[in-house]
């Protein structure tokens, strides 16, 4: 079962930036994905890779976030940009091995731990 390791969170002011990694143990998924979710709220997708490069966001991400990987670092990143209040939340990576393009959290079996992002005004 491969193992999913997320970082790069943490307290940023409204407009500012981060970059989220995801660390996987082995990368022979077909999907990587970054969901996010919010206290009180419903885990929710945020945009998806695939081993080619594809990519796909939700409309809340598409203008703002980039999801990157390095597959010989194993990596997934997350880049947020122009951050703003209602982006605090907790981050997670998930992985899947099915080729759905939906983000979905059903679709995805493998999950990290999460790394906290709070905006701030």
């Known amino acids: 079962q491969v193992e999913l390791v997320e970082s790069g969170g943490g307290s940023v002011q409204a407009g500012g930036s981060l970059r989220l990694s995801c660390v996987a143990s082995?990368?022979?998924?077909?999907?990587m994905a970054w969901f996010r979710q919010a206290p009180g709220k419903e885990r929710e997708g945020v945009a998806v890779i695939s081993p080619d490069g594809g990519t796909f966001y939700r409309n809340f991400a598409r203008d703002r976030f980039t999801i990157s990987q390095d597959k010989a670092k194993n990596t997934v990143y997350l880049q947020m940009n122009n951050l703003r209040l209602d982006d605090t939340a907790t981050y997670y990576c998930?992985?899947?091995?099915?080729?759905?393009?939906?983000?979905?959290?059903?679709?995805?079996?493998?999950w990290g731990q999460g790394t906290q992002v709070t905006v701030s005004s």
């Open positions: 998930a992985a899947s091995y099915g080729n759905t393009w939906a983000l979905r959290k059903e679709e995805y079996g493998v």
């Open positions: 082995s990368y022979n998924m077909r999907r």
